[in-house]
């Protein structure tokens, strides 16, 4: 959820337990200016909810009086759909301004049964969405969510095999959802797909996860590099910024060099893929590692000679 649709949430909260509120103790509750607050105020409206502007000495907003969201009936997995689609839809349209996406977050947090609202909202703090579909078993993904906000310890079961996690966080890349965590049984910090985890239960240990520790990083580096036969170091003749602009954070990471340039670190099952990727790149390059890589690029321009010796001829 947007920093400005929580604010959104807050203010209603605010004004439904507390009835009429001055603006400038809203302000300083939500840690904005009077402004802000009239634009929170206008998206509540805009919901049709009735916020009333009381003038004066003593004035404020409030809420209607007798006015009470009434309930909204969905399922977990139902409320777990329309709460990630939503926390992951559309794009910005003004700096500090709430979305249509975030107005109908709000409207959907309001109406949720309070139980069940909690554990949608420990759900999408948990969760670092790029974009992405509902997780594969929504139930399972609010109990792992639980566990990451509380820091308790799960049982999970993944690939057949029962293992004790301490959960960092859960991610979701390229449509796929991930547990990341302290895996006991390998000592080790890895990473579980969630369609691949067939129960899980929180235990009563709590842990502390690292200091600085970052599940979406932990994901790409292992995406791009630990589960692949080679790995290749390639250096770019560019700066830093326009390599990331032009490569996909899960092509490699890049790192600047001290002589100048940018050195590649990626991944590859297939070699001769790769050779045509970097042949398509603007700057000059070189392949420090591995020789099969050359060799592969070598190959791509024997081809690259052969159609334009026969598109000449």
Do not use: N
Not at 36 to 58: C, F, K, N, Q
């Amino acid at each position: 959820m947007s920093r400005p649709a929580t604010r959104v949430l807050a203010l209603l909260e605010v004004l439904q337990d507390r009835g009429l509120v001055p603006a400038d103790e809203l302000a300083g509750r939500l840690g904005v200016d009077a402004r802000a607050v009239r634009r929170y105020v206008a998206a509540l409206r805009e919901l049709d909810i009735p916020v009333e502007s009381v003038r004066g000495r003593y004035g404020g907003y409030r809420l209607a009086r007798g006015y009470r969201l009434p309930p909204l009936m969905l399922a977990g997995d139902e409320a777990v759909a329309v709460a990630v689609a939503l926390a992951t839809a559309g794009e910005r349209t003004g700096a500090g301004d709430p979305t249509p996406a975030d107005r109908a977050f709000v409207k959907l947090d309001r109406l949720l049964p309070e139980a069940l609202r909690d554990r949608v909202t420990a759900l999408l703090a948990a969760t670092s969405v790029a974009a992405g579909p509902p997780p594969p078993d929504p139930e399972r993904a609010l109990t792992l969510a639980a566990a990451v906000r509380a820091r308790h310890a799960v049982r999970i079961e993944h690939a057949g095999r029962v293992r004790d996690v301490d959960p960092y966080g859960l991610v979701v890349h390229a449509g796929r959802w991930y547990l990341v965590g302290h895996d006991h049984l390998r000592d080790a910090v890895r990473m579980f797909r969630l369609d691949r985890i067939a129960g899980a239960a929180g235990l009563p240990r709590r842990f502390a996860p690292p200091e600085g520790f970052d599940p979406v990083a932990h994901v790409l580096h292992a995406l791009t590099l630990g589960a692949w036969t080679h790995r290749a170091e390639v250096w770019l003749d560019t700066d830093l910024a326009s390599a990331r602009a032009r490569l996909p954070a899960t092509f490699g990471e890049l790192r600047p060099c001290p002589e100048g340039g940018v050195l590649l670190v990626s991944g590859a099952e297939d070699l001769p893929a790769m050779a045509r990727i970097l042949t398509g790149l603007p700057w000059p390059f070189t392949v420090r590692t591995p020789p099969a890589l050359t060799a592969a690029l070598a190959a791509h321009v024997e081809t690259l000679t052969a159609a334009l010796a026969r598109s000449t001829s």
